[in-house]
């Protein structure tokens, strides 16, 4: 799981804690044991990637894009899904 984790969360694993806060700030609210709780954070990670959501943050990485441009990728997003494509 750490090298999984590190993958999706760099800095995580070192010196830095930076799992340790996330899990202490967020994963305990869920009732997740620290596994399951960066299993799940991994797994949605891989899941939004390979989204059309996905595509389009890859697409516009490193750009300003307007709150309108996000919504209508997210809803065409669930458009798609809801259509099986």
Known sequence: MA???NNVMPGS??????ERYEYAKHGVCFGFDPDSYFG???RLNGEIKRSPVGD???KHYGQTVSRADF????A?????E???V
């Open 76 to 80: 065409r997003a669930g458009s798609a």
């Open 13 to 18: 694993g070192g010196t830095s804690c930076l």
């Open 71 to 74: 919504d209508a990728a997210v």
């Open 40 to 42: 799940a954070m991994v």
């Open 56 to 58: 389009f943050l890859a």
């Open 82 to 84: 809801r259509e099986g």
């Open 3 to 5: 090298n999984k984790l």
